[in-house]
């Protein structure tokens, strides 16, 4: 089957060979010629992923009309902001409804808050839509080490089909039809991971760094719960999972340039350090106004915005987090405080 992936950064790549590795026929494109045309030559892409060989029946390319023609499936492999702009210059008479649309980017859409669900449905409303997402660096994929994902998607068939194209014995992929949640999950865990590498930054300890990932899973849950996700789903690979690897890796942007910032690096200056997408950055300007628009409390989301946004002091925002109102540990507290009631 030939399958289409946009997008020649990291994860792109690390898909890529995951896709040749399983026999598929793969269309590899990038927004710049000349780097396209090293990857040809080279069967390599240096910049973004060192070391990894791209070998079997692929054609890299930044011709868009070319990487699309008669793929059954096109994986969306850019930055989430850069997925409206990258729909846009799609051809649509040359993608049959049969082709199944598989996003692997993890964000929301600055402005309008979209999810990349919403924004595909909103060019290709009629194709169908998976989102394959969970705790996988294009590091560890490349080189086999075992790893899962969750393939969601409304359409059972198109999700197994997914599942089946990324299979192999080192990457276990479940499926799920919560979209919602996944997306989110996905998108949420980037910021928890930055503020997760703020305190590493600050020289703070394990202790923070469990309370920023049980607490950030609560609010990422309360959040999507709001938008009509399904609880479960943050428990699972595509919610906690990936937000446990996300927040203790060493391979993780999100948390790399949170670190910076905790050691009190301008936000532009550690931004260029990076030097590849810190999709974190964005997710914590479109999920606090969110936040507002739903009034729904995300603490952690509101400080890590006045640090990046507003320019507040990191330790003064731990300090407000700590000393905030008293609270009780679990959401349901009313069921939990009768207990008590009946007890005393
Ligand atoms: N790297 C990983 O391990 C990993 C794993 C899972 C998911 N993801 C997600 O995949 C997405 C891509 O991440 P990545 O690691 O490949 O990032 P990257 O920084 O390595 O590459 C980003 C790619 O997007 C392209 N791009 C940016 N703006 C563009 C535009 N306007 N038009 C066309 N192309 C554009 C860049 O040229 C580059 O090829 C992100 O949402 C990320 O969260 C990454
Ligand atoms: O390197 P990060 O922080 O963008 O994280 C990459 C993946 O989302 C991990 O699952």
Known sequence: MKIAVLGTGSWGTALVKVLLDNGHQAAFWG????????IEKTRHNAKYLKGVELAGDLEVTSDLDSAVLGAKVIVLAVASQAIRSLLSQLNAALISEDVVFVNVSKG?????????S???????????YV?????SHA?????????TLVSSSASRGAAELIQDVFSNESLRVYTNPDVIGVELGGA???????GAGISDGLGFGDNSKAALMTRGIAEIARLGRSLGASSATFQGLSGIGDLIVTCTSLHSRNRRFGMLIGQGVPVEAALKEIDMVVEGYYTIHSAYELSQIKGVEMPITRELFRVLYEGEGARESVKRLMLRGKKHELEEAA???????LAE
Not at 31 to 38: A, I, N
Not at 108 to 115: A, D, F, N, P, V
């Open 139 to 147: 590091e560890e994929v490349s080189a086999g080490i075992p790893t």
């Open 118 to 128: 919403e924004i595909v449905h909103s060019f290709f409303p009629k194709h169908k």
């Open 131 to 135: 989102v394959l997402s969970g705790p």
């Open 31 to 38: 927004r710049d010629p000349q780097q396209t045309e090293v």
């Open 335 to 341: 069921e939990a405080l009768k207990i008590w009631d």
């Open 108 to 116: 929301i859409e600055l402005g309008t808050h979209q999810r990349i």
């Open 188 to 194: 949420l865990k980037n910021i928890i991971a930055l």
